[in-house]
């Protein structure tokens, strides 16, 4: 890690660190992946981040500008398009996960979703077989397979 005695600050470079990858994955570069699982036959664009304790199923697709948290879980054939953001902590009682006890959620993305580009995705549960608008809020559990969009997500 180059450090920059006049400026005083550190320069970490993106990185790619304790990933589990599957068969086939395609990654452009630059990306942050770390203590995550890949499966076969991703697609990861630029400029994504996956946290630790994230898996990625199979045949699945993330584009460009896209940040998936800690504690998430996406099935097989799923797309995710650009600028999509996963939240792990609904700041409950005004307080950081980190404070107070809080804990930070789990999210669990089914198979064959898709997620338009822009949307917000808060800890929740997405059954299989559905597609999410491009620029909504998913703040609620979707259990019924169909198209959701808006702020908040609601069924079409």
Same mark, same amino acid.
């Given at each position: 890690?180059? *450090?920059?005695?006049?400026?005083?600050?550190?320069?970490?470079? @993106? /990185?790619?660190?304790?990933?589990?990858f599957?068969?086939?994955?395609?990654?452009?570069s630059?990306?942050?992946?770390?203590?995550?699982? =890949? $499966?076969?036959?991703?697609?990861? &664009?630029?400029? *994504?981040?996956?946290?630790?304790? +994230?898996?990625?199923?199979?045949?699945?697709?993330?584009?460009?500008?896209?940040?998936?948290?800690?504690?998430?879980?996406?099935?097989?054939?799923?797309?995710? &398009?650009?600028g *999509?953001?996963? #939240?792990?902590?609904?700041?409950?009682? %005004?307080?950081?996960?980190?404070?107070?006890?809080?804990?930070?959620? @789990?999210? #669990? =993305? $089914?198979? @064959?979703?898709?997620?338009? /580009?822009?949307?917000?995705?808060?800890?929740?549960?997405?059954?299989?077989? +559905?597609?999410?608008? !491009? !620029?909504?809020? *998913? !703040?609620?559990?979707? @259990?019924l397979?169909?198209i959701?969009? %808006? +702020?908040? !997500?609601?069924?079409?």
């Amino acid at each position: 890690m180059p *450090v920059n005695k006049k400026k005083k600050f550190n320069l970490i470079e @993106n /990185s790619i660190k304790n990933v589990k990858f599957g068969k086939n994955v395609k990654i452009i570069s630059p990306v942050n992946l770390y203590d995550c699982t =890949i $499966g076969d036959n991703v697609f990861i &664009g630029p400029f *994504v981040e996956i946290q630790k304790n +994230v898996k990625i199923g199979k045949n699945s697709k993330i584009q460009s500008h896209t940040f998936i948290c800690e504690n998430t879980l996406i099935e097989d054939n799923v797309f995710i &398009g650009h600028g *999509v953001m996963f #939240v792990n902590d609904r700041f409950k009682n %005004g307080l950081r996960a980190s404070q107070k006890n809080n804990k930070l959620e @789990n999210t #669990v =993305i $089914g198979e @064959n979703v898709n997620i338009g /580009s822009n949307s917000t995705i808060l800890p929740v549960n997405i059954c299989k077989n +559905v597609t999410i608008g !491009a !620029a909504s809020l *998913v !703040a609620k559990d979707i @259990n019924l397979k169909g198209i959701y969009y %808006g +702020v908040p !997500a609601k069924k079409s």
